[in-house]
Each structure stands twice: as structure tokens, then as C-alpha cells.
């Protein structure tokens, strides 16, 4: 069964079209890999998943689990299952990691009408799966990303993501800003996460990611819809040839 | 005389004329400083916009009249006085109680006293003559500013508060200014702190009243801070809604010394606090906080001069206004350096956060510098909550209106952090937490 599904999206920011009628199927527990030129319509489509705001959606329909997702706030998208791990993570200063990650987790348990953790036991998950993803504990203590380069932001991504046990994980962009070093720590991280519950659309530019977090299924995404679809060894012809034939593909 | 030449007096103007007239001699001692203070209000009027100090606090337009003075307090204002001041009780300070600007020692904790401590009360100090009060009174911070030369035209009574050098006190002493709310009335409250050198204390004044009352506040407090003593002071302004409240502090601080101010304001209708801080001594590090929450039609003005005469002083000003419904916010700062003043390192900020459309916040910093040889600087910033960063927790499960909470509880920390009494700084990020409850 499906557990995304994206028809014919549309979608204006700016005023500016950017996603042109995209259709695409994730399967539960599938890895699906979006790749991409630059300006294709990537983050467009990672962001208007999430719900931000400003992205107009002007035709088409999102479900998740059969579930209209485009009429939930970002909220409660993210209470049903839906995770976006940012291209830039965000500095929240003020707010420590550990209030914003226990917030966070308690909110969506609320809404699905589940208890609260007890503190003992979210301290120890934390712990853990920080642990797991060489987070240190006084990282925890910091404000949200506050003080984080760039990998211990991206790191940070997936503890939030482990924390909240997500059904749809949209990673954007996650290699970018990666050394070799961090890009194995936050594969890993990922692929413990991968189940036949949870399907994630990893969205990159390069291959290389793909070598860490092996995908089931390559979409090309050019000028806002999917112009090809294959299996892994799509992710290398690309890399081989570049992107210039689908955008020839488009403009002609 | 001017008094040609200045605009028709307010009707506030004309009742504070007859209430000096109705009072005279009635007041607890100080005749001459009270009489010269009334002539400098005669002379200026209540203060308008087109003083540069008050230009977005126009007081002659904001006190639309003037109460009678506060009759002391009856047994039932007493009675109500009872719980005055228990938001503050995680703090365990010794509470010192007044009633309506009455100083009461039943209700007020002043059994056991730690060695080198005295308080006392304002009007028994005046109406005996003691030096060691009228010597000092005014001219702690010199100021002719008219709403510190009401207070002294009117005083009634407030506490005396002297810590004998080399004294350490245990508890924070708590002054809880209670208004009990019976009739419209007005309070002219002023203290005196004298803290002896290397001497530690900290003072928590807390003011509170009725919220359906409607009453005017003229608080004002001298602290002598001697060499090498540590003072915290810490000011929580929760008066009821229907308030006027204007307050002057004028600090002194001595050499090597610490100096902690902050201010934590949610309520009165009107609130104007001023701070006059005169750094005199070398060496001395002090850090002047405050945190102010408003909404409705609230107008909150915190206006700070801190004056360098002594050089190698540290000073850090940070102030954080939350700003909702239709509500104003003033924060007027200056810090000025004067020309013996090398090696002072002083910074300012002051940042507003709106959360509606028709809150405004007004920022005027101000710099005066006449050494060559000092790092000074101020950063205002006045804006909206940020839609990425709110976007951020959101997508993370958090509801817009816990997200906002988050943020501004964020916002206000960075002010409140700056407290170093663990207990006081939980008890106000409560505050906080309890004032977000209230946002609709």
C-alpha cells in the first residue's frame, strides 16, 4: 500500500510556478531517492510536504496513509507521521534541545491521545540515540543548533527524527555540508531507522549519498514534475552523465 | 515666576496643588526638602512629551487626576494583606509588608535579624529629624526630575534599610508593597537603602494591588552602595490593572563593587520605571536587566541613565519587552561617560518582540561619551516573531500557539538568565509561563 501519494501537484512561491504537476507513489517501507538539477523543484516539494506557509498549492492532491495532508497544519502533519529533516536546521536560541525535544515529542503523542513520557524514560532515549550519533550530552543542553556546525546540525535532524518515530521521513538535502566522516554517522543513523513501516524520500543532488542510504527507487525530478524513474544504478548514470539531457528533455 | 508662560494646568496639576496645600504639616518631617521639591513641580508641571526625558511618556496627559493621599490602613486592609507578596515565597525572603505606602511591622518578619542589619521605618525617620536619613535623602543620585521631587513632596513612609559594612545577609529581604484597594487613592512610598562596605544583600521589592482599583503609586528608592559590596536588587511590578504606577530608583555604587538591577513588569495600566544609576567608584561590575510583558492597553516606560564618573567600571544592559493587543512599550536609555571615566566597558540593548499588529515599542538609546579610552555600545532591535523559526518547531509537532510560548519564553530568557538567585529566576520564568497562559 502506498503511503504517499502525490497527484498532479502544483505549486506557486512567489508567485513564481515551480511545481508543475508532480505525481509520485512512496510505498511503505520504501526508499525513495528524488534527484535533481538545481532549481528542479526539490526543496519546493520537501517544504510544501512539511506545510510552510508561503507555498502556494494551486492544483493537486497530497495523501499519507490515504489522509488529505495538505488540509493538516505543519503540527499535526507532524503528529501523523510526517518529518522533514531540514536542508539548514535552524539556531533556536533560548529554547535548550532537550525542552524543544521533549516539547515536541509530548505534543505529538497528545494529539494521537497517547501518554506523555515519564522524564526518566525520555532522558534515557535521548541519551541513547544521541549516544548512537556522537551527539554529546552538553550539545543537549545548548540551545536548538546553537553553536553546531554544520554536521552536528545535520546529526541533530536525525535525533529528532529517531525521537519521533516518523511513518514519512523527507530528508533534504542531508549530505550537503558533509564531510565523509559525518556523512557515515548520519547514514547509519538513518538506515537504523528503516523499516517496513517507514518509507523516507531522500532528496540529493549528488550520488554520493546514496552509496550510505541505498534507495529502492530513483525519481528524476526536472522543472517540477518526475521526468524518470528507476532503480539504484539510475543514481550512477546520472552521476555519470549529469542532468543536461532531462533539461534538454523539458526545453525541447 | 513662570507660571505665565506654562499651559493651563490639568486638572491632576491643580488637585496635587491642593492636596500639598491640605498636607502641609501633616507629613512626617523634611519641611524644607519637602517645600523645595513642591516648587520644582510648581515650576515645571507634570511632565509632557515635549521633555525630552518623558517624550513618549506624556504624564500630563496619562494621569488624567490626582487621588487623595492614602489614609493609613484600617485592620481590614490589613487583613488583606495577609498573601501579599506569596508568588515570591520559593524565594523564602524576609518579608517587610507595606500597606497602602504604610509601613506595617506586624505583618512584616522582622524577629531574628541577621547581625549588622536594621530596618526601620521611613515616616518614624523623618518625623524624628534623623540625620543619617535626611542627610542622605535626595541626594543619593541628585536628580531634579519631577516625579522623584513628587515623591519627595509627599512622602509618606517606606522603610529604612541599613547593612553595617562586612555584613553578609542570608536571605534576600523582600519589600512587598501591597495596595489594598479601598478607595481611589494615591501612594507616595520612598526608601532608603544604605549597604556598608563589603557588605551582600539582596532586595526584592514587589508591588501588587487590587485589580479593579484604581490608584496612583509614587514609589521611590535611594541605595547607597559603599566599596566592595555585592547588591542585588530586583523590582517585580504586578500592580492592578487600573494603575498608575511611576518609580525612580537612584543607585550609587561605590568602588570594586556588584551591582545587580532588574525589573519584571506584567502590570498596571501605566507604568513608568527610572532608573539612576551613578557609577562613582572603579572596578565596580553591575548588570541592569529587565523583562516587561503587556498587552491591552498597557504603556510601560523604563527609562535608565547610567552615569560613569569612575572609569574601569563593566556595566551590561539588556532589556526585553513582549508587546501584545494594543500595547506600548518605552524603553528610553542613556548611559553617559564622563571625561575621569577611562577603561569603561558598557553595553545596551534593548529589543522589543510585537506579537499584534497594533502593539508599538518605541527604542531611544543613547550614548554620551566624553572619555577616549572606553568600549561602549547599544543594539535595539524591534520586530515580529520569526516565521522560520516558528515554522521549524512546528514542523516538529509543536501547536503554533506552544511554539510561540517557546519563543517568547526564549526571548524573555536571555534577560531573565542574567538573575544569579536560582530561586528568584525559576519564580519569574513561572511569571512568564503564567502570562503566556493568558495570551487568548
Given at each position: 500500500m502506498a503511503l504517499l501519494e502525490i497527484k498532479n501537484l502544483h505549486v506557486k512561491v512567489d508567485g513564481k510556478q515551480i511545481l508543475n504537476g508532480l505525481n509520485l507513489t512512496v510505498e511503505k517501507g520504501q526508499v525513495a531517492a528524488i534527484m535533481g538539477p538545481n532549481g528542479s523543484g526539490k526543496s519546493t516539494l520537501a517544504h510544501v510536504l512539511a506545510g510552510k506557509s508561503d507555498y502556494e498549492v494551486t492544483e493537486g492532491t497530497v495523501l499519507l496513509n490515504g489522509e488529505d495532508?495538505?488540509?493538516?497544519s505543519p503540527d499535526e502533519r507532524a503528529a501523523k507521521g510526517m518529518f522533514l529533516a531540514f536542508q539548514y536546521p535552524i539556531e533556536i536560541p533560548g529554547v535548550a534541545t532537550m525542552t524543544f525535544l521533549r516539547t515536541a515529542l509530548n505534543a505529538q503523542r497528545k494529539k494521537r491521545g497517547e501518554e506523555e513520557l515519564s522524564p526518566p524514560e525520555f532522558n534515557r532515549r535521548v541519551f541513547d540515540m544521541a549516544k548512537k550519533l556522537e551527539i554529546d550530552r552538553d550539545m543537549l543542553r545548548r540551545g536548538v543548533n546553537v553553536g553546531f556546525s554544520g554536521g552536528e546540525k545535520k546529526r541533530n535532524e536525525i535525533l529528532q527524527m529517531a525521537l519521533l518515530e516518523p511513518k514519512l521521513c523527507v530528508l533534504d538535502e542531508t549530505d550537503s555540508g558533509l564531510d565523509i566522516d559525518a556523512l557515515k554517522v548520519v547514514s547509519d543513523g538513518v538506515n537504523r531507522l528503516r523499516s517496513p513501516e517507514r518509507s523516507f524520500v531522500v532528496i540529493t543532488h549528488y550520488q554520493r549519498l546514496l552509496d550510505y542510504i541505498v534507495p529502492d527507487v530513483v525519481h528524476v525530478l526536472s522543472r517540477g514534475r518526475i521526468v524518470r524513474t528507476g532503480g539504484k544504478e539510475l543514481a550512477l548514470e546520472l552521476e555519470a552523465q549529469g542532468y543536461a539531457q532531462y533539461q534538454d528533455e523539458m526545453a525541447s | 515666576m513662570n507660571a505665565e508662560i506654562r499651559p493651563i494646568r490639568t486638572a491632576a496639576e491643580t488637585a496635587l496643588s491642593v492636596a500639598n496645600a491640605t498636607a502641609k504639616g501633616k507629613l512626617p518631617g523634611a519641611a524644607a526638602a519637602r517645600e523645595s521639591a513642591f516648587k520644582r513641580f510648581e515650576t515645571a508641571g507634570l511632565p509632557h512629551r515635549r521633555v525630552e526625558e518623558w517624550k513618549y511618556t506624556d504624564l500630563r496627559a496619562l494621569m488624567r487626576d490626582a487621588k487623595p493621599l492614602a489614609p493609613p490602613p484600617d485592620a481590614a486592609a490589613k487583613a488583606r494583606a495577609k498573601n501579599a507578596g506569596a508568588a515570591l515565597a520559593a524565594v523564602e525572603g524576609r518579608r517587610i509588608v507595606l500597606v497602602d505606602g504604610t509601613f506595617v511591622p506586624e505583618l512584616s518578619e522582622l524577629a531574628g535579624l541577621e547581625a549588622g542589619l536594621t530596618i526601620r521605618s521611613m515616616a518614624q525617620a523623618l518625623a524624628s529629624g534623623d540625620a543619617a536619613v535626611t542627610g542622605r535623602l535626595g541626594r543619593v543620585v541628585p536628580t531634579d526630575d519631577v516625579a522623584v521631587a513628587l515623591n519627595t513632596a509627599f512622602m509618606g513612609d517606606g522603610v529604612v534599610i541599613e547593612v553595617a559594612a562586612g555584613a553578609a545577609l542570608t536571605r534576600p529581604l523582600h519589600l512587598v508593597f501591597f495596595n489594598a484597594g479601598g478607595s481611589p487613592a494615591a501612594v507616595f512610598t520612598r526608601s532608603l537603602a544604605v549597604i556598608g562596605k563589603g557588605a551582600r544583600a539582596m532586595l526584592i521589592e514587589s508591588h501588587e494591588g487590587a485589580a479593579g482599583s484604581d490608584y496612583q503609586v509614587n514609589t521611590a528608592l535611594e541605595i547607597a552602595v559603599a566599596d566592595e559590596a555585592h547588591v542585588d536588587h530586583i523590582k517585580i511590578t504586578g500592580e492592578g490593572a487600573g494603575s498608575l504606577h511611576v518609580s525612580s530608583l537612584m543607585a550609587a555604587i561605590g568602588a570594586q563593587a556588584r551591582f545587580n538591577e532588574f525589573l519584571f513588569t506584567t502590570s498596571a495600566a501605566v507604568v513608568r520605571n527610572q532608573l539612576f544609576v551613578h557609577f562613582k567608584g572603579e572596578g565596580t561590575v553591575a548588570g541592569i536587566r529587565g523583562a516587561t510583558m503587556l498587552n491591552g492597553k498597557q504603556h510601560v516606560d523604563t527609562t535608565l541613565v547610567a552615569d560613569h564618573t569612575a572609569g574601569a567600571c563593566i556595566s551590561r544592559e539588556v532589556f526585553k519587552t513582549v508587546l501584545d493587543g494594543e500595547s506600548r512599550g518605552v524603553f528610553h536609555g542613556k548611559i553617559i561617560v564622563q571625561q575621569g571615566a577611562q577603561k569603561t566597558d558598557a553595553k545596551m540593548s534593548a529589543h522589543a518582540l510585537l506579537l499584534s499588529e497594533e502593539a508599538e515599542a518605541d527604542s531611544k538609546p543613547e550614548l554620551e561619551i566624553f572619555a577616549d579610552d572606553v568600549q561602549c555600545g547599544h543594539g535595539a532591535t524591534t520586530g515580529a516573531l520569526d516565521e522560520d523559526l516558528l515554522f521549524y518547531l512546528k514542523a516538529r509537532g509543536i501547536p503554533a500557539k506552544e511554539a510561540e510560548a517557546l519563543m517568547i519564553q526564549a526571548f524573555v530568557g536571555e534577560a531573565v538568565d542574567g538573575i544569579e538567585h536560582a530561586g528568584l529566576r525559576d519564580t519569574l520564568i513561572e511569571h512568564v509561563a503564567a502570562w503566556l497562559k493568558t495570551r487568548s
Open positions: 495532508l495538505l488540509a493538516l | -
